[in-house]
């Protein structure tokens, strides 16, 4: 089996070290022997969706988002189809901004893609904290971090979790990220699929059976360790013991 990832503008979108995303996915394709390989794209070059079975959008600086949004823009009818689809994207923080409509700040409205039904408006204050959220996508809890200006209101989609430590999408709601289809948006970084083997297993999951239109069973790794630093930032957090 293989899969082809798609890493979008990393060169713009790569400010909360995205590309270790890129390589938890990989290495985990790889030691179940599955093949995994990475195509980058740059500014202004062609991006062939029915080529890709899993595509990354990271996250970047206002300034970058405008400049990736006007070329997704041009090419935002071939993205919502493999959306459409099913096909699996992440995307992180500013990448997770670009999924909606728009997203309004003091000094302009950045337009966006308009794949998922929601929008984002600049607050007071930015979201500065460790994250800790609950997803019925997977068991183990989800951690991360979140340094966000924007508040996002999802219009009623289903959300990645909600929210046992931190602020998530909004500050008010208790919910984080949103999830469309095998779409998944999130503002967690730092970066978040080391942390969370299960989704980037999820992710893996997802892809393969997408691509080869059967029930995928994935070989199970040893993630103690993963597990171990996971628990430690779901309790130290939550507050809670972890069942």
């Known amino acids: 089996m293989k899969l082809v990832i798609g890493h979008l503008y990393p060169d713009l979108l790569n400010l909360y ?12 394709c790889q030691w179940r022997g599955i093949e995994a390989e990475v195509r980058t794209f740059e500014l202004g ?7 890709l079975d899993l595509v990354l959008l990271g996250g970047g600086s206002d300034r970058e988002q405008m400049l990736v949004c006007q070329k997704l823009r041009e090419i935002r009818k071939d993205f919502q189809e493999y959306v ?13 901004q670009l999924l909606g409509k728009y997203y309004k700040t003091d000094q302009r409205t950045i337009p966006g893609l308009e794949l998922v039904d929601m929008y984002t408006e600049q607050g007071e204050g930015r979201l500065i904290d ?15 971090f979140e340094n966000h200006g924007g508040r996002t209101y999802i219009n009623g989609n289903r959300s990645l979790g909600k929210v046992l430590y931190g602020s998530g999408n909004d500050g008010q709601t208790k919910e984080e990220g949103v999830v469309y289809r095998n779409v998944i948006g999130t503002y967690l970084h730092g970066p978040l699929l080391p942390k969370n083997p299960q989704l980037a297993d999820y992710l893996i999951k997802k892809a393969l059976e997408r691509k080869y239109q059967r029930e ?24 809670e013991k972890e069942k």
């Open 130 to 144: 460790n994250i800790v959220l609950k997803s019925d996508l997977v068991e183990m809890p989800i951690v991360g």
């Open 84 to 96: 459409e689809k099913d096909g699996v994207v992440i995307a992180i923080c500013g990448g997770y």
């Open 45 to 51: 070059e062609p991006i062939d969706f029915t080529k």
């Open 17 to 28: 070290g995205d590309r270790g995303n890129i390589a938890c996915l990989t290495k985990r």
């Open 216 to 239: 995928i069973i994935l070989e199970k790794l040893d993630d103690s360790q993963e597990e171990e630093a996971n628990t430690y930032v779901f309790q130290r957090f939550s507050g």
